[in-house]
Structure formats: structure tokens, C-alpha cells
């Protein structure tokens, strides 16, 4: 459910069991970056710490400040249930000062783990929980 014509693209992203290669699909819409990539690791064992480690980048990536995190509800039809599944709010700083909101959604089905984000000076938290609610798993 993007509210624009994705990209798609791959990059590197760096794991505590390694590098792995994440496919993304990214547009912009009315300030704000909207994205969904996912990645495949070889053993179900490396799922939680890889939902650890892109929850810890998220956060790094926009300067999170101490109380910049809220946690909300994560409910995508098809995921694998997990502890460390979460859907947070992150509020931070860029590199220029200037202030910076992320939505962030992790999630995985069986060995594929998923990031979802909506980040911009200040997305809408309604365009921001339609694009979640669009999120679904070969249901």
C-alpha cells in the first residue's frame, strides 16, 4: 500500500552473523520516505538478534533520544509470531540537527525478516498506520 511508485533496490546491510543483501522497495511522498525491504538468512537461530540489530540501526540512524522511542502494536497477517517483532516511533535528530520521525516495523516469516519504515520531519500518524494496516504476508 504505497502512497507512491516504488524503487526497488538492493543494498548490503551488516548483521552480528554477517553481511546480507536487502532487497528494498522505496518511494517519497509528501516529505516523507516510504519502504519495505526484506532479507533471508540461512538459520531460523539468527532471527531474533537480526530483528535486535535492525530495531539498534533504525534507532542509530536517526539519533533516537532517550524517551524517543514509542512501541506500538504489530499485527501483519502472515508474520511468525517473535519477541523481538516490534513497531516503534522513533524520534531523533539528522546529522544536521534538524528533527527527524521514523515509524518502524520488524517482522519476520520464518527465516525472511522484514523492515518496514515511514520516516520525515513529521509523517502523519494516520498515513503512517494505513501503510502498516497494508502490510500482509502471502495471506
Not at 538478534?49 to 532517550?66: D, G, K, Y
Amino acid at each position: 500500500m504505497f502512497p507512491c511508485r516504488p524503487a526497488t533496490l538492493s543494498r548490503e546491510v551488516i548483521l552480528p552473523q554477517g553481511r546480507s543483501e536487502m532487497t528494498m522497495h522505496a518511494c517519497a511522498a509528501s516529505g516523507n520516505t516510504f519502504a519495505v525491504g526484506a532479507l533471508k538468512l540461512d538459520d531460523v537461530r539468527d532471527v531474533g538478534v537480526t530483528l535486535v540489530s535492525l530495531r539498534e540501526a533504525a534507532s542509530r540512524n536517526v539519533s533516537a533520544r532517550p524517551g524517543g522511542v514509542l512501541s506500538l502494536d504489530l499485527d501483519v497477517p502472515g508474520m511468525t509470531p517473535h519477541a523481538e517483532a516490534a513497531r516503534l516511533v522513533l524520534t531523533g535528530r539528522r546529522p544536521d540537527g534538524s528533527e527527524v520521525t521514523e515509524y518502524l516495523a520488524v517482522f519476520t516469516r520464518g527465516t525472511r525478516v522484514y523492515q518496514a519504515i515511514v520516516v520525515g520531519d513529521r509523517p502523519d500518524p494516520e498515513v503512517a498506520s494505513v501503510f502498516f494496516a497494508g502490510l500482509k504476508l502471502g495471506v
